[in-house]
């Protein structure tokens, strides 16, 4: 249900994730899974620490957006940072849907760390049985 991407762009959002915080002009990209669940389809993002409030999703036609941001937890005069390992800053990721998708009807669930969306297969899109009719046979006229 989703359209595949290009492997080397791929790399580069890889690369990007490992060696750059994200900004709001270049976000960093977050991991996620997608699979088929009966009728509809599941995209879970991991987003730990990072707050409800904090996640923004958009849908303009095709496209799924979802950004976050996840700020630092300490801070204050007193706070000396001993290690920082967890990135921190702006995350996006983009998705192309299929338009099988109702996306209309999307849900968000947001639950110990992960974002969770469930996209329903739309109507149009569900297998269907189509009935075969058959024609009155012909009657031929004796004359």
């Known amino acids: 249900m989703l359209m595949r991407t290009d492997p080397f762009r791929e790399l580069d959002r890889l690369t990007e994730q490992l060696l750059r915080?994200?900004?709001w002009s270049r976000p960093a990209?977050?991991?996620?899974?997608?699979?088929?669940?009966?009728?509809?389809y599941v995209v879970s993002f991991d987003l730990p620490g990072v707050s409800p409030e904090a996640i923004d999703i958009d849908v303009e036609r095709d496209t799924?957006?979802?950004?976050?941001?996840?700020?630092?937890?300490?801070?204050?005069?007193?706070?000396?940072?001993?290690?920082?390992?967890r990135?921190?800053?702006v995350f996006s990721r983009r998705i192309v849907l299929a338009d099988a998708l109702d996306t209309e009807r999307i849900r968000a669930?947001?639950?110990?760390?992960?974002?969770t969306l469930r996209i329903p297969v739309a109507e149009r899109a569900k297998p269907r049985k189509i009935a075969v009719g058959a024609k009155p046979a012909r009657q031929e006229i004796a004359g």
């Open 21 to 23: 915080p994200g900004t």
């Open 29 to 40: 990209a977050m991991p996620m899974d997608a699979y088929r669940d009966g009728e509809e």
């Open 64 to 85: 799924l957006t979802v950004k976050a941001e996840r700020r630092p937890t300490a801070q204050g005069d007193g706070v000396q940072m001993d290690v920082s390992e």
């Open 87 to 89: 990135p921190l800053g």
């Open 109 to 115: 669930d947001y639950e110990a760390g992960v974002l």
